[in-house]
């Protein structure tokens, strides 16, 4: 059938609202697009809903049925700009043989952590298409269902953030064990990362050969770091997966992200990775961001989800003090600089879900206004 | 009898090991001071064993004889530069009569916390003359175990950080409900911050008065705030702290060190409090700071506490790596910066004790080291 639509590829195998996408490659835009890290999950009754049906959280997370069926959830409830894989980071560990689990109240575990040199020696990046297939056959079908209609974002861990779970075992608030090993015997978290890194950009790169449009790596915790640490164990391994990845699909960009809560005193470190846009918290001005890094990457954030809380006419404040302070996208040189909108963080599982309705709203209409007034 | 001792007033009261003072008011030193925040507690087996006899670390705290016991244990087994009162920031709200109680297991909790317009009406700054009495009781006999020997630090929370307790009730991960507070209701936080405020410089200068050498504000948790609201709801509020502040007793000096956890985006909003000293965590790395502040501000930190776990050589090589980042402390225009050597955070219970003694030797014998080759 190729030969009866004359339209360019790229242009067929982008999504029609491909606001996103552009934002990211710092094009025009004609509104600030937003997206919410973790818009599927707890805070939506269907989610609950779908979950209660699949009995566990993995459970969820493994089939793609169910995956899809919440992915889209979001999406169809509010005018988001972006659709996001429903998975977890932990799904690579848990391909590696760690024994993913979730304990009630606890969070996800390892039934195996990686402690001893034996451990290390034993550790191997997965096969995505043989391990970690559900989640590519989510990616398949989140595709068709979307059907060109909004772009699909992938994700992975930072390898740093996995090996903290993976050498803790679970959820931890002083990090003790993974920077103990960092700091006796650094050699077994470089190799610890190294397996990492080669693992994440694989998956990242079977996602987008499985038809995600942008991708996003989460450095959860890299922002616990001293400085120094920051740039040899987490900065270091960001630049491999960075490096590794596919960055065009069929001739067309696939735009990555990178995401380092706490990172924004090493926002000029974070730029030179060479990915297309930073994530950024909610404790980084915009505006202040924009002037250090804003011609190198796009910007993605930043606001505290629990502004989300605030009620209407709070959220419609904020909304408005971070669209004004990153500022018109369009520069007076002509060009553009990149902004998506997003939380600084994933949603609380309390937020009211009519917050969300308000958020969209208003970032869609401010930054029209916005366009507006300074064209 | 003071016609008879011809010193200087200064110099009579003044501890006979001032490196701290000195360091914290950019005047030259022979060697970096340091001591350690959380110094006195669970990670010395003399620590427990006091507490133990105590019953509960409330006993303990609101005892001078036993807050004076721990404050010295450790200026008893280490070489530290100063001793640090031992009490808990909690004990001001607790004297606002909230209840402090502690659970097992969950940390601080009061069993009033303070929610409703009602609540914040209700509150007052205490007069710690009057309610908290055991603390400034504990500060003269300190001062008097001391006998002029080392330098003893004071201390209060932030106006922002004991909020954060006082409208959670407890220990919080997600700030959720003071933080609601925050966008949903500004006027009421911003009056409980406007009483703490008062009640922390009252308290502050009660201990001055009382006999502390120095004073350390501790911002915990406003590194948790959007940029933005970290100027409204905790820097506005250290201004006024640091405004009300008894800047000397009899003449001398009493130099004041402002903590901001996760405060390193803010470095030069929080120089400009006009405060003696900036605490560091370790995200922030100390040249930067140094060339940001160093010139309005001594520094003070910034040592990972995780590294205390690493090892005697990983622990030397760390100490070197900050000593050689922040640098010389003489300038070569011959004018003196500050760095007090500290964690960027307080000592782990899991500390092994004999970690601190390879510390401070580094620190100091490091930092000796140093002078003599930059002379």
């Known amino acids: 059938?190729?030969?009866?639509?004359?339209?360019?590829?790229?242009?067929?195998?982008?999504?029609?609202?491909?606001?996103?996408?552009?934002a990211l490659l710092r094009q025009p835009t004609p509104y600030t697009p937003i997206?919410?890290?973790?818009?599927?999950?707890?805070?939506?009754?269907?989610?609950?809903?779908?979950?209660?049906?699949?009995?566990s959280f993995l459970a969820l997370a493994k089939s793609p049925d169910f995956a899809t069926e919440v992915t889209l959830q979001p999406i169809e409830r509010y005018p988001l700009d972006a659709a996001i894989l429903f998975s977890d980071i932990l799904t690579v560990p848990d391909a590696m043989g760690l024994g993913l689990f979730f304990s009630d109240g606890e969070g996800p575990?390892?039934?195996?952590?990686?402690?001893?040199?034996?451990d290390v020696a034993k550790l191997a990046a997965p096969d995505p298409e043989l391990s970690l297939t559900y989640v590519l056959d989510a990616v398949r079908q989140i595709r068709r269902a979307l059907d060109g209609r909004l772009p699909l974002?992938?994700?992975?861990?930072?390898?740093?953030?996995?090996?903290?779970y993976m050498v803790e075992g679970g959820s931890t608030d002083d990090f003790r064990t993974v920077k103990t090993m960092l700091y006796a015997r650094p050699d077994l978290l470089h190799r610890i990362l190294q397996v990492n890194a080669e693992a994440v950009a694989d998956y990242l790169n079977a996602q987008i050969a499985a038809g995600v449009d942008a991708v996003m790596i989460f450095?959860?915790?890299?922002?616990?770091?001293?400085?120094?640490?920051?740039?040899?164990?987490?900065?270091?391994?960001?630049?491999?997966?960075?490096?590794?990845?596919?960055?065009?699909?069929?001739?067309?960009?696939?735009?990555?992200?990178?995401?380092?809560?706490?990172g924004g005193l090493w926002l000029e470190e974070l730029a030179d990775l060479g990915s297309d846009?930073?994530?950024?918290?909610?404790?980084?001005?915009?505006?202040?961001?924009?002037?250090?890094?804003?011609?190198?990457c796009a910007l993605q954030g930043n606001m505290d989800p629990m502004a989300l809380f605030g009620g209407e006419v709070a959220i419609c404040a904020e909304v408005r003090r971070?669209?004004?302070?990153?500022?018109?996208?369009?520069?007076?040189?002509?060009g553009w600089d990149g902004h998506v909108f997003n939380l600084g963080h994933g949603l609380s599982p309390f937020t009211p879900p009519e917050a969300i309705s308000v958020l969209v709203h208003a970032v869609h209409s401010y930054s029209r206004q916005l366009r507006a007034l300074a064209s």
Chains 1, 2 share one sequence.
């Open 109 to 118: 575990r390892f039934e195996r952590p990686v402690r001893s040199e034996a």
């Open 277 to 296: 846009a930073l994530g950024l918290d909610w404790t980084v001005s915009l505006a202040k961001a924009r002037a250090r890094v804003g011609r190198r």
């Open 1 to 22: 059938m190729r030969q009866c639509t004359p339209l360019p590829y790229a242009a067929a195998v982008r999504p029609r609202n491909d606001t996103l996408l552009r």
């Open 153 to 164: 974002i992938g994700f992975a861990g930072s390898p740093f953030t996995l090996a903290c």
């Open 219 to 262: 450095d959860t915790w890299g922002g616990v770091l001293a400085d120094g640490a920051f740039q040899r164990f987490s900065l270091a391994y960001l630049r491999q997966v960075i490096d590794r990845l596919l960055r065009t699909r069929d001739g067309e960009r696939i735009p990555s992200i990178v995401f380092a809560k706490g």
């Open 35 to 55: 997206w919410l890290m973790r818009q599927a999950g707890r805070y939506l009754p269907e989610y609950n809903a779908t979950r209660s049906r699949a009995g």
């Open 322 to 334: 971070l669209l004004d302070d990153f500022g018109p996208p369009q520069r007076p040189d002509g």
